[in-house]
Structures are given as C-alpha cells and as structure tokens.
C-alpha cells in the first residue's frame, strides 16, 4: 500500500514544493536549512536561486514554477515587505490556490498579526513603497498604487492561513 508521501511525491507536478522566502534575511539560514532537509527528504523543491538561468525572464520563470508546484512555503521575515519580488511572488502563489496550491506560511521572527495588521517591520516596508509611489506619476502611480494594494489585501489573507510561527527563533 503507498504512503501519503509517495502518492505526493509522484505527483504530476514539476515541483513539490515552491521555497519563498527573503535572500537577504535567511538564504543563509533557516531557508538553507530548510531547503536541505526537503531535498533530503524526497522532495523536488524550486528556489529562485537554483532553480532560473541566467538571462532567463525572471517573472515568467517564477510563475511557471509556481504554477508546476503542488505546494508554496513562504518563509515570511523582518524585511519581507520591502522586497516587491517578494511580495509580487505572494500574489502569485495565492493566485494558484484556487487549483489545488497548498500553502504553507512560516512566520520566521515576525508574528502573523505584524502582516495582518502591516504593523512593526510590515509597516517600514510599506512607507519605502509609499515613499515611491509620491515620485511616481501618470500610468506608473496608478499602477504602483494598485499593486499596494493587491500586496496589503495578500498579507491580510496569508496572515490568516494556518501555519508555523517561528517567532523569537533567529537565534536558532
């Protein structure tokens, strides 16, 4: 008889698992770790840094990963809100979860209501992108206005998903 796993692990998919998370706050870290042990543990798992070519459209790539992963783990931190790869890649993966995308949010030293409420780091990263939008003008600003609010309204929803809550565990 197969296991859970296996009937996971031969799934029609690409990939098991889409890993996001914020290079600069835990490549070297927790996401490492991470990324290792479901390697170790079977599954075919995409990161942006192995998983694109240079030259590659980096857009298209990361939505076609999604797109051909069973699930997403985002790896949520500090300073994830001032990385609009980041949040861009959030929207993505929500957008899946209509077909079936399972998603798994890890709160990595933040706590879930900093993104429900766009409070502490959450906030900081919001004023950068606020900041922008007053240099903006014409097409761009309405633009740049929306996605704002299309990354607020997918913080507020991811918030809400269960998932780990790593707070306080920097340290490790």
Known sequence: MKSQQD??????????????FRGEDTRKTFSDHLYTALIHAGFRTFRDDH????????????????????????????RYAT?????????????R????????????????SE?????????????????KLKSEIGEQKEELKEKIGTWRAALREVADATGM????????
């Open 51 to 78: 998983g694109l070519e240079r030259g590659e459209d980096i857009k298209f790539e990361l939505e076609k990963a999604i797109r051909e992963s069973r699930m997403s783990i985002i790896v949520f931190s500090k």
């Open 115 to 131: 993104l429900r409420e766009q409070n502490g780091s959450f906030e900081e990263g919001f004023a950068r992108h606020e900041e």
């Open 97 to 112: 979860r209509t077909s079936g995308h399972a998603i798994l949010p890890v709160f990595y030293d933040v706590d879930p």
């Open 165 to 172: 809550n790593l707070k306080n565990q920097a340290d490790g």
């Open 83 to 95: 990385s609009t790869w980041c949040l861009e890649e959030l929207v993505m993966i929500l957008k």
């Open 7 to 20: 009937s996971f692990l031969n799934c029609r998919f690409t990939y098991h698992v889409f890993l996001s």
